[in-house]
């Protein structure tokens, strides 16, 4: 399986309590809440869902949907 746009956005706005419509590609994931240990679920849930070489410094080190997206799908956001 495979990891999308779409799915990205749908689990991280999940995690934050909000509508994925809210969330930019250039947003500053840590000032909507999300921390450390939230970013390591994902982490762990993306791995399950076919990111198996996905580490933590891939998602800590920026933020942003953007990244995110990029470093998961291999494409822009």
């Known amino acids: ?9 749908a689990d ?3 995690l934050l309590g909000c509508d ?3 969330l930019k590609p250039d947003t500053d994931l ?3 809440g999300l921390d450390s240990m939230r970013i390591m679920g ?6 399950t869902e076919g990111a ?4 933590f410094a891939d998602l ?3 933020p942003t949907l953007g990244h995110w ?8 956001a």
């Open 1 to 9: 399986m495979s990891l999308t746009t779409e799915k990205i956005h």
């Open 52 to 55: 198996e070489n996905l580490e």
């Open 30 to 32: 840590n000032d909507l």
């Open 60 to 62: 800590a080190e920026q």
């Open 69 to 76: 997206t990029r470093v998961l799908t291999g494409s822009a």
């Open 20 to 22: 994925p419509a809210e």
């Open 42 to 47: 994902l982490v762990e849930q993306w791995r």
């Open 12 to 14: 991280v706005a999940e």
